[in-house]
Structures are given as structure tokens and as C-alpha cells.
């Protein structure tokens, strides 16, 4: 059993930052990638921002410069900096993990969300 634990989100005003945490846990081989997913309300989830375990890195034209994703050494947890927030950043965000075992794909897992709201 896979599980992901996000944790992070809450309501920030915009210029502001958060910090979104994602922890997986249970009977991992190998984490190929990891990765943020938004969806706002009425709106098709999209790809966040990306990271392998190669460290190659990959983000949505809309947070290039203000988002990084990192992993910071823990090969299980992800993290998310989000700065210069925006009110058009909010969105339910959910935390992806794509587990491999040598080479084959085992499963991917998702974790329950957590919302993010920019407001004033």
C-alpha cells in the first residue's frame, strides 16, 4: 500500500508564499518522478511543476520563476515553494508519484489534495 500525505496549503495573501510538502509512504521500489497538480473549480487538473529522480525539473509556463520543486535529499518527499503567489493560483493542488520497480512501472498514486486560496 502506497500512500501520499500532503500538507502545506492554506489561504495566503497575494505577493505571499507557501511551502507544500508531499511524503510517500509504504512498499516503494523506486520513485521514478514526482510532481504538483492543480485543479480550480470548473477547471481540468494540470501539471504543476515535475521532478525526476534524475533531479530533471519541469514547470507550467504560468509559475516558471515564482514555483521550484525540489526533493531536497529525501527521495520521498517532494516540496513545492510557491512565492509571488497570485489569486489565479488557486486551486486544489495534489501531490503524484510514479513508483518503479527496475525499470517497470508499478503504479501511480495520488494524494488527497490540498487547498491553496490567494486572497485579500
Known amino acids: 500500500q502506497v500512500q501520499l500525505v500532503e500538507s502545506g496549503g492554506g489561504l495566503v495573501q497575494p505577493g505571499g508564499s507557501l511551502r507544500l510538502s508531499c511524503e510517500v509512504s509504504?512498499?516503494?521500489?523506486?520513485?521514478?518522478?514526482m510532481s504538483w497538480h492543480w485543479q480550480a473549480p470548473g477547471k481540468q487538473g494540470e501539471l504543476v511543476a515535475q521532478i525526476t529522480n534524475s533531479g530533471a525539473r519541469k514547470y507550467a509556463d504560468s509559475v516558471k520563476g515564482r514555483f521550484s520543486i525540489s526533493n531536497l535529499n529525501a527521495k520521498n518527499t517532494v516540496y513545492l515553494q510557491m512565492d509571488s503567489l497570485k489569486p489565479e493560483d488557486t486551486a486544489v493542488y495534489y501531490c503524484?508519484?510514479?513508483?518503479?520497480?527496475?525499470?517497470?512501472?508499478?503504479?501511480?498514486?495520488w494524494g488527497q489534495g490540498t487547498q491553496v486560496t490567494v486572497s485579500s
Open positions: 509504504g512498499s516503494i521500489f523506486d520513485i521514478h518522478r
Open positions: 503524484h508519484a510514479r513508483v518503479t520497480d527496475s525499470g517497470m512501472v508499478l503504479g501511480d498514486y
